[in-house]
């Protein structure tokens, strides 16, 4: 796909069952894993809000005449 972006890091504070967490992704795939009930589908679902919202961002029309 050109043109798409990446996303390379995620810092997160006090958010469902993380208090702090730092993630890292690598270029292709990244796995996540964990026992049942840690937050593995908390956060799978934050990184499609981030995701779609961004792509939704970028396909906003933001000149004067689109915010007219």
Known sequence: MTGASRLKSLKLHNFTLFDACDL????????????????????????YSVCRSVETARDLDCSKTGFA
């Not at 795939?29 to 589908?41: C, E």
């Open 24 to 47: 890292v992704f690598i270029p292709g795939i990244n796995v996540i894993l964990g026992q049942n009930a840690t937050g593995k589908t908390h956060l799978l679902k934050l990184l």
